[in-house]
Nanobody, 123 residues
């Protein structure tokens, strides 16, 4: 079993930045690919980014490419999502998730989830 705890969310103005963290405990963090998803009120959960076990591969939703960067520090059992040039449409609860499978972007393919952290971008 793996436990995930997100942090770093908050209220920020349009154009601002936030850095989300995902702290893992339990099984070996480095054994899993990690992803970030988000869910806005009344909308389905959507893929944001993914990173391979060793960090050598990343993938992003078109809506965040060039603005968001995902990374991980396996020695610290922690993943990150650096979010720059934030827009009001980025407002959502952000979740980190782990999967034993590589290169996945569907939420059904992720086995472990955190509780989420809220990001609100004011216009």
């Amino acid at each position: 079993q793996v436990q995930l705890v997100e942090s770093g969310g908050g209220l920020v103005q349009t154009g601002g930045s936030l850095r989300l963290s995902c702290a893992a405990s339990g099984r070996t963090f480095s054994s899993y690919a990690m992803a970030w998803f988000r869910q806005a009120p009344g909308k389905e959960r959507e893929f944001v980014s993914a990173i391979s076990r060793n960090g050598g591969w990343t993938d992003y939703a078109d809506s965040v490419k060039g603005r968001f960067t995902t990374s991980r520090d396996n020695a610290k059992n922690t993943g990150y999502l650096q979010m720059n040039s934030l827009k009001p449409e980025d407002t959502a609860a952000y979740y980190c998730a782990l999967s034993p499978l590589y290169g996945r972007t569907r939420s059904e393919e992720y086995a472990y989830w955190g509780q989420g952290t809220q990001v609100t971008v004011s216009s």
